[in-house]
């Protein structure tokens, strides 16, 4: 970017909302901050943030409302729920990570860069069409097709299954999917390496047979089923 990023905070505590705030400022990011769900819409018109770091549970529409809304603008949750039900309900709404609270405020900054990263990278055209059996990724268009249907994906979820289609037949750890999609600079929760996965198979593999499968202790690969396997 030829500017600083702009990071929308939005939180109903005060503490939380000051502290985020003040630490972004002084990492070199152009900040604005809202305390509920409503004030968060009207800022984001406003403000046009590269990205909105979100508290789920907000005083009047709760963040998951909030992201809905607002439509393609990367999403990093806070939460106190760490359950696998509201993971999936962000990544549903296409949110590109989440942080449990109580967090570290090194860890919120890292997350942020790394998501920046690949909202950017994203955005570019690049390499060829990627094919696997019925699968086809478009970097160019930025689509995905299965079986010649139109695939709706997050940014996060069509990295991911780039790397997947890029690797196909090879099993990947969750610390190289770490480390190639999320390229965060530290060793991330692998957690959000599962609930990932979880979503872009039930995008995915809704149509026969099912491609992404988990290799036990090991990671994850993408191939067609082997003789015998469902």
Same mark, same amino acid.
Request: charged share 30%; net charge negative.
């Given at each position: 970017?030829?500017?600083?990023?702009?990071?929308?905070?939005?939180?109903? %505590? &005060?503490? *939380?909302?000051? #502290?985020?705030?003040?630490?972004?400022?002084?990492?070199? @990011? /152009? !900040?604005?901050?809202?305390?509920?769900?409503?004030?968060?819409?009207?800022?984001?018109?406003?403000? %046009? &943030?590269? *990205?909105?770091? #979100?508290?789920?549970?907000?005083?009047?529409?709760?963040? @998951? /409302? !909030?992201?809905?809304?607002?439509?393609?603008?990367?999403?990093?949750?806070?939460?106190?729920?760490?359950?696998?039900?509201?993971?999936?309900?962000?990544?549903?709404?296409?949110?590109?990570?989440?942080?449990?609270?109580?967090?570290?405020?090194?860890?919120?900054?890292?997350?942020?860069?790394?998501?920046?990263?690949?909202?950017?990278?994203?955005?570019?055209?690049?390499?060829?069409?990627?094919?696997?059996?019925?699968?086809?990724?478009?970097?160019?268009?930025?689509?995905?097709?299965?079986?010649?249907?139109?695939?709706?994906?997050?940014?996060?979820?069509?990295?991911?299954?780039?790397?997947?289609?890029?690797?196909?037949?090879?099993?990947?750890?969750?610390?190289?999917?770490?480390?190639?999609?999320?390229?965060?600079?530290?060793?991330?929760?692998?957690?959000?390496?599962?609930?990932?996965?979880?979503?872009?198979?039930?995008?995915?593999?809704?149509?026969?047979?099912?491609?992404?499968?988990?290799?036990?202790?090991?990671?994850?690969?993408?191939?067609?089923?082997?003789?015998?396997?469902?």
């Amino acid at each position: 970017m030829d500017r600083p990023p702009k990071v929308l905070v939005v939180d109903d %505590e &005060p503490n *939380i909302l000051a #502290l985020l705030s003040q630490t972004l400022r002084l990492v070199s @990011f /152009e !900040v604005r901050t809202a305390e509920s769900g409503m004030k968060a819409l009207t800022a984001a018109r406003e403000f %046009e &943030p590269d *990205i909105v770091v #979100l508290d789920v549970m907000l005083p009047d529409i709760d963040g @998951f /409302e !909030v992201a809905r809304r607002l439509g393609d603008v990367p999403v990093l949750f806070l939460t106190a729920r760490d359950t696998v039900e509201d993971r999936v309900q962000g990544l549903s709404l296409g949110a590109d990570d989440y942080v449990a609270k109580p967090f570290s405020l090194e860890e919120v900054v890292l997350r942020i860069r790394a998501i920046l990263r690949r909202s950017l990278a994203s955005g570019s055209p690049k390499d060829c069409l990627l094919r696997y059996a019925d699968v086809e990724l478009d970097p160019g268009s930025h689509e995905v097709r299965r079986g010649g249907v139109l695939v709706d994906l997050s940014p996060t979820e069509f990295n991911l299954l780039a790397y997947l289609l890029t690797n196909a037949g090879r099993v990947v750890s969750k610390a190289q999917i770490l480390d190639s999609v999320w390229r965060y600079d530290f060793d991330g929760d692998s957690s959000i390496v599962e609930s990932y996965v979880y979503y872009l198979r039930k995008k995915i593999d809704k149509w026969d047979p099912p491609l992404i499968r988990t290799v036990r202790g090991v990671g994850y690969t993408l191939r067609l089923p082997r003789p015998g396997e469902s």
